[in-house]
């Protein structure tokens, strides 16, 4: 079945410590996208990707990093700049940037990450 | 002021009922119209996607968008207790790179 891996489904930090959460689609889609849900505050675009070796700043992208080295796989590092990392994380793929019918975005089911 | 307004709830209501989910937003570009289900410690799933304005008819699920008034809403009919989840509204303008999403509405089916 073609889907959105997120690993793993819970993490566990020390506050200082950079962690990286995995995001692989099998999808064949172009474009991935990684959100931020918190309570009562919907989905917040951290940063999205077109194309391999390409990705650009969402809404909060601040204490966040990226790469896109395989069109399969987008991981996300929270870096210890960022002052308040506990939240529940969605990556998301489509099949390309421009919002369209054919081209709605699928997600996969988060990593919860808690900073202590 | 948001983009997109969306009740948080929670919103909880006998099994049978129809449920109206709905949302405001202040973009008149805004053209394309989704509204997302998000069971608990899950990812959001796609449920209706309609263009412009106008009702869009899915089994039990009605999706309706009001561009005058800029206001949207999602009628679930003969609810189920397998209905109870977040609901978020998502929209776009022609064209766009991402969408806006409201907040999401918590919604639970009592049986």
């Known amino acids: 079945d073609g889907g959105i891996t997120q690993s793993p489904k819970y993490l566990f930090r020390k506050e200082g410590q950079n962690v990286t959460l995995s995001c692989e689609q099998n999808?064949?889609?172009?474009?991935m996208y990684w959100y931020r849900q918190d309570p009562g505050q919907g989905l917040r675009l951290i940063y999205y990707s077109q194309i391999v070796n390409d990705f650009q700043k969402g809404d909060i992208a601040e204490g966040y990093s990226v790469s896109r080295e395989k069109k399969e796989s987008f991981p996300l590092t929270v870096t210890s700049a960022q002052k308040n990392p506990t939240a529940f994380y969605l990556c998301a793929s489509s099949i390309d940037l421009q919002t369209s019918y054919n081209s709605p975005l699928h997600f996969g089911n988060g990593t919860r990450l808690t900073v202590t | 002021q948001k983009e997109v307004e969306q009740d948080p709830g929670p919103l909880s209501v006998p099994e049978g009922a129809i449920v109206s989910l709905n949302c405001t937003y202040s973009n008149s570009a805004f053209q394309y119209f989704m509204w997302y289900r998000q069971y608990s410690r899950k990812g959001p799933e796609l449920l209706m996607y309609?263009?412009?304005?106008g009702n869009k008819e899915d089994g039990r699920f009605t999706a309706q968008v009001d561009k005058s008034s800029k206001y949207i809403s999602l009628f679930i009919r003969d609810s189920q207790p397998s209905d109870s989840a977040t609901y978020l509204c998502?929209?776009?303008?022609?064209?766009?790179?991402?969408?806006?999403f409201g907040q999401g509405t918590r919604l639970t089916i009592n049986p």
């Open positions: 309609t263009y412009s304005s």
């Open positions: 999808l064949n889609h172009d474009a």
């Open positions: 998502a929209m776009a303008w022609r064209g766009a790179q991402k969408l806006v």
